[in-house]
């Protein structure tokens, strides 16, 4: 047998994978460009060595669809079973395509009457996207209880990990250790990514970085195990996969599955791969991203004023909204049916006359008038037990027969496999979209979906239909993915929607690393940012209007508090904020970010870079050790080039006392990006809950 070399190049990154017919595939280098002239014989030679004592007699090569065959000791990429009886699965190479930037390998075992093709493509940002396809060859049902959607043997030089754990107001923890000796195992059961779970993981070589995504919107599951059985080369292998219950999947004769898209990224750092996350997902993920305007400042009424809701109510704190400088309003839960707490009313998607005795209408058109468009918000996938649509149907919910149905937030789960079940939420949001002038949705999800009730996959694909035939219905309607905060967030709801809610903590301090987490994976343009009132009702912490409003400026900016509650200098200097927002958007939306390093971990920086312009952020959580902290050190900028460097106003009150020069600051520093970035910026960065906005503009 011959093996035989492929090459993908992507603009910095190259892949060789060695294929043999009738034998395995294998991927010989994943990394920095390699020369057009590079021998990849002599590069699977540098890197194949002898077999030791012990091992098998022929080394098993996993590659990129490892099997539990020659003496390979891992977890599979795939399990199959043909009238319950496990299938030892022997797949080899057949044939491979390749297209472009894209190879599909295809492996065949006719013993097993399945056919796997596994799928590789560098698209823009040189992110390489995986799925695998699984075809039943054999002519009794195939049943499926695994399938990856990526193996990839880690090359060897990614010796730690970052994995992320999360709850309620606090998503998107990291976690960094080293892969050896134990690797990790996880896997999600709540029916949805979560507030920071298995579909999300670094691999760092020192700098470098790796990062690794499912875009799947269910449950899922990851492992990455070291070499420990000694039966593999000594690399770890990662597998990343939609999770279901063993049994209920089962593929008819010549049918197929295909999984969720795997992305994979590398780049020489953290921030050049969140710029390689958000190149991908700005050309390739997001719908229409080309055509999106300018995003429009949010009010949500959530904070503002709860369940407190009344058509007069609405109206004024629109009114007090449109002054700020707001460009769309948000109406929140509690709109419909008899919904005046959270324990009911959901699934009853209709205007309540309590709330709205003449409907929405005249809300609406107030909210337009003020010269802002509507939002609102719904919940489609929940029933509460204490709702019409439950009395009516009470089998439309997940449940498992003869068991207790155990609520969350009061609430069930619809069963979202079931096509009547679609057809009435479907009737229900095109109605309400049809009826009134909606320009957005914030579409959420507000409990873990148990019992399961063998729906784990199914359940994400009858969402995924539903929001599917809402879109194609009302193509110009943006949709904003919540799930108590930032529950349901990946890149397959981000191919469907336009904006996500990173979490329901609006206090600046862990919004601040929320965001920068998220950031790692998404662009500022989707992450819902919104000032918050003071206290924070989840932290119960104070902040300053300054401090709030300078953090939420650097995502989708919004607000959700009631302005009548602020004073009259808190509303100055929030509305000032929005007006920067509005000036500097473009940059923030369109830019390249750079994640800044500062000695005290209680300085978080960040910058983005675009065109002739930059917008950083520097702000200080806690109280520094020192009097005079280190210098700001900026990033991405010309080394060559000059630029005007400003402190855009309104300053921080607490810190500008301690600001020498500030007329020099207002009316611009110049100085060379390769001082700025070598140098740095001697901010007074010492006072806790502080923050600065520097900006930049290139000079002839
Ligand atoms: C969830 C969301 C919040 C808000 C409430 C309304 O918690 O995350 O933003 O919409 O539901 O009930």
Partial sequence: MRVEFVRLDGERLTLVLALEKGGAADCLHLGARLPASECLAALAAARTRGRHESQPDVPPCPGLLPERKAGWGGTPALEIRRGGAQIATDFRVSEWEVDGSGIAVTFADPAAGAEVIVRWQISAGDVLRARLEITNTGDTPLELDRLAALALPVPARFTEMTSYSGRWAAEMQEHRRAI??????????????????????????????LGAHLGWSG???????????????????????????????????????????????????????AQAFHAHMRSGVLPARAAWGARKVHLNSWEALGFDLSDAGLIALAESAAGLGIERFVLDDGWFGGRRNDGTSLGDWFVSDAVFPQGLGPLIARVHALGMDFGLWVEPEMVSPESDLYRAHPDWCLHAEGRERATMRGQLVLDLTRAEVRDYLFGCLDGLLRDHAIAYLKWDHNRDLFPAAGQRL?????????????????????????????GRIDFGVLTRCHRVWPSDNNDPIERLRIMRAWSQFLPLEVLGSHVGPSPNPITGRRTTMDFRAKVALFGHMGVEADPARMSEKERECLAAHIALYKDWRSVLHNGALHRLAHPDPNVTGMMVTHCDKALALAAQTAFSPEFDAAPLRLAGLEPQARYRVTLPEPWSPKARHYLAN?????????????????????LPLTHPETAWLIALETIA
């Fill in 180 to 209: 050896r000796p134990d690797g990790l195992r996880r896997e999600s059961t709540i029916g949805k990514p979560g507030f920071g779970g298995a579909g999300w993981l670094l691999l760092h070589a020192g700098q470098e970085a």
């Fill in 219 to 273: 449950d899922a599951w990851l492992t990455i195990e070291p070499d420990a059985q000694g039966a593999g080369d000594g690399r770890a292998m990662l597998l990343m996969g939609a999770a279901w219950d063993a049994g209920t999947v089962t593929l008819a004769p010549g049918t197929r599955f295909e999984t969720p898209e795997a992305v994979i990224a590398l780049a020489p750092d953290r921030s050049a791969l």
């Fill in 458 to 486: 199914g359940q994400t694909e009858g969402f995924y239909a539903l929001l599917d035939r809402l879109r194609a219905a009302h193509p110009q309607v943006e949709i904003e993915s919540c799930s108590s905060g930032g």
């Fill in 662 to 682: 500030p007329d020099a600051w207002r009316n611009g520093l110049v100085l060379s990006g390769a001082a700025l970035m070598t140098q740095g910026l001697a």
